[in-house]
């Protein structure tokens, strides 16, 4: 079956940590490292397989940059 | 719909019980949240006389009115009490993820009551609400318990858990200890943590996911898109730092405060709050040698705390819940001369100051050392700092000995003596037993009282009210005296005020020297100063926020959007007064007097430094406070508010609906 699950434009987002908050299931941590610019940071992404699909991450992200989009399970 | 929950929880340990209280719409609109429904529920609580350490007294933790609204800059969360060290209202606030965590248990606030049997911890996941035992965590330091508490929960939990806990700074009552999260993040001041610890209450863990209300999510993200856009493109070009000191010394020379908010975001966004460092050691903002000592004592200081020697370790960078500046950062520190840690925090400009010029120390390896232990033991930086100083120049000066030290040769610069008394602090051995209630305790107990920076009780931040005198009215007029987070000439002119309040005076250059005399203009400056910072943290705001300006970090809209009124700048700063009188009428009801309250002389110019950028500066400091209570509606003599005032600010009312 298909279910959601967000996907990130890292190029945008500015690692204020919302989504991650927001997840009910803590789903999303702020693990992935990367680079804002120059900066060395952390960016939100999946660390559990227990991601409902309930897009409220998407929901919260001021800069909108979570997509939700459809991937096997 | 508003972001309010409009309820809150009182949990009574003696008694074991938790209650759940509804608030009324008209405190919200009143106070907001955050540090304003704690003042209002203080004021309304805690009786005259309570004890700091006893039952009586209620710890309160929450979170501001836009947190979980999409709102930048929104994440702090504010522990408020009657303070130990002050004798007065105590307060401290954080970032991290607590302050969500909270909201999203279902509560704006969360109050605490009583001295529990032994030692607890309170558990909420929004469904389970209850006092658990701590016997397992008491005695482990801060970061280590956050560890043991998510390896024990996360498990059975849905949503990983927010701890906020105390160390065995707390656990022993040390009167300058504060409450930690995220692995020694700290609400340092005014001596939360021991009020903490005298209720028994280990760690605050919270772990709901209750959807967080607000009016018009849309429009609060479009504001912080637009700010969001602005601060990915404010980037400064790498090596700047070591050109900080030669800027300060400029600026400490110059006749004129500069007026930039967008400073603030490059300067914190590029190096966080350490950019400060070597501009404060050149400036003359940044005490010295114990608030004696002038640039001079310190040449070339600014090149051991260059920022650019703490970008070079920096892993990554840290934001508290949304946040999109990021002034924090982790430092890996493995194998660093001191280190008996791997990684700390990035220290912040306080911290360094206050263990760095302030002793005149030398060792930047040193202060990451101190960072990580103080943070883990959750005592307050600026206190430690402040009352080590004290110890250094009373043992310089005969006072103490190297028999009542324990042996300690208590030297300037001394960063092997310097470590080892701040261990002996947070293990409350021996001298740094006496030394970890503060410096005020301390010189009561050893004398030395000359030496003894305190303000009310509270050891002062590190910045020097010679250098902005608009500062010195704060520390001593702010009912938690001694903070520097209210107020300053500097922050004042990058904030704009005047663009959103008709009495604001407008931010012009100006020469520095007008801000030595005691002027209506100045009263009307402090007192928009004070005003906006209590609406900032009603509203759960970050200082940093703040600093920016009122056209960057644009609060007004920010509260319009997100609880759907449409008031003027005018309507929030009344908020805003409203919120600093009540604390100060709590600390009427509790005893103090605040005109007995003074700057230490020494910082009041007397005598005056020989040299430097602050040479021959006296202040007309009990003038300015005196104004400044006049401009708040206060009597001028004694501080404390106009019955007309409180009146004014339908006080009486807001007390009524608390019955």
């Known amino acids: 079956m298909t279910k959601k699950q967000p996907v990130f434009d890292y190029l945008h987002c500015v690692s204020c940590g919302i989504c991650a908050q927001a997840c009910p299931v803590s789903a999303l941590g702020m693990k992935k490292e990367g680079k804002s610019g120059k900066y060395r940071n952390l960016f939100p992404e999946l660390v559990s397989s227990g991601c409902i699909g309930c897009g409220q991450c998407a929901r919260a992200c001021p800069m909108e940059v979570i997509r939700m989009e459809a991937s096997q399970a | ?659």
């Not at chain 2, 809150?8 to 907001?32: G, S």
């Not at chain 2, 109050?111 to 529990?116: M, Q, R, T």
């Not at chain 2, 209570?629 to 501080?639: K, S």
Request: overall charge negative.
């Open chain 2, 1 to 659: 719909m508003t972001s309010f929950l409009g309820k809150i929880l009182h949990v009574d340990l003696t008694a074991r019980t938790v209650t759940e209280k509804t608030v009324p719409p008209e405190v919200y609109e009143a106070v907001l949240a955050g540090k304003g429904l704690e003042a209002w529920y203080l004021y309304n609580n805690i009786p005259a006389g309570a004890d700091p350490l006893g039952p009586e007294n209620i710890l309160g933790f929450a979170a501001g009115a836009l947190c979980g609204t999409g709102a930048f800059l929104t994440g702090r969360w504010t522990v408020a009490c009657k303070s130990p060290l002050t004798g007065g209202w105590g307060d401290a606030n954080c970032g991290g993820l607590f302050a969500p965590a909270i909201k999203q248990c279902g509560w704006d606030a969360i109050f605490f009551s009583g001295v529990a049997d032994g030692p607890v911890y309170f558990f909420s996941d929004g469904k389970t609400t209850e006092l658990r035992d701590a016997s397992d965590y008491w005695g482990l330091d801060a970061t280590e318990a956050e560890k043991a508490l998510h390896a024990a929960l996360e498990p059975v939990c849905r949503k990983k858990p927010c701890v906020a806990c105390i160390g065995p700074a707390g656990e022993k009552l040390s009167l300058i200890s504060g409450i930690c999260n995220e692995g020694g993040r700290i609400a340092a001041r005014s001596g939360v943590g021991a009020v903490m610890g005298s209720k028994r209450l280990k760690a605050v863990v919270l772990a709901g996911s209750h959807p967080l209300p607000c009016h018009d999510p849309e429009a609060v993200k479009a504001l912080s898109k637009e700010l969001g856009r602005k601060l990915l493109k404010m980037t400064l070009p790498s090596g700047l730092g070591v050109f900080i000191g030669a800027g300060g010394r400029m600026m400490g020379h110059l006749p004129y405060l500069p007026l930039d908010g967008s400073l603030t975001a490059y300067m914190f966004r590029e190096w966080g709050t350490q950019a400060n460092t070597s501009l404060a050691i050149t400036s003359g903002d940044g005490p010295i040698k114990n608030w004696g000592g002038t640039p001079r004592d310190v040449r070339r200081m600014d090149a051991v705390y260059n920022p650019e020697h703490i970008n070079k370790i920096e892993t990554a960078k840290y934001h508290c819940y949304s946040c999109p500046l990021g002034c924090g950062g982790k430092l890996n520190i493995r194998g660093r001369r001191y280190a008996e840690y791997d990684e700390t925090h990035k220290p912040e400009y306080e911290t360094i100051e206050a263990f760095g010029p302030l002793l005149m120390n030398w060792s930047l390896d040193s202060i990451f050392q101190l960072n990580e232990l103080l943070n883990r033991a959750g005592m307050d930086t600026i206190s430690a700092g402040n009352t080590v100083a004290w110890a250094i120049e009373c043992y310089e000066n005969g006072i103490l000995t190297k028999e009542q030290t324990d042996g300690l040769e208590l030297n300037w610069g001394n960063t092997e003596a310097i470590l080892t008394l701040v261990r002996r602090m947070v293990a409350r051995e021996g001298f740094g037993d006496a030394l970890a209630d503060g410096v005020k305790r301390a010189s009561e107990t050893y004398g030395g009282k000359e030496y003894a920076m305190h303000i009310g009780g509270q050891e002062p931040g590190m910045h020097d009210a010679r250098n902005d005198p608009q500062l010195g009215v704060h520390f001593v007029a702010e009912p938690a005296p001694g903070k520097h987070t209210v107020g300053m000439g500097i922050e004042y002119g990058a904030m704009s005020l005047c663009d959103i309040c008709s009495w604001a005076p407008p931010a012009t250059l100006h020469p520095k020297s007008e801000d030595l005399e005691d002027t209506e203009r100045l009263a009307l400056i402090t007192k928009a100063n004070a005003c906006y910072t209590m609406l900032v943290d009603g509203a759960g705001g970050c200082y940093y926020g703040q600093m920016m300006g009122v056209h960057m970090w644009k609060l007004v809209e920010y509260l319009n959007a997100a609880e759907g009124w449409d008031y003027d700048g005018d309507h929030y700063m009344e908020i805003g007064a409203r919120i600093q009188t009540l604390r100060q009428l709590f600390n009427i009801r509790q005893g103090i007097d605040p005109a007995s309250i003074t700057l230490p002389r020494r910082m009041q110019g007397d005598p005056p430094l020989p040299s430097g950028p602050l040479k021959g500066v006296r202040l007309k400091n009990r003038e300015q406070v005196s104004s400044h209570w006049r401009a708040f509606g206060w009597d001028d003599r004694t501080g404390v508010p106009l019955p007309e005032t409180v009146e004014a600010l339908g006080i009486p009312a807001l007390t009524e609906v608390a019955q």
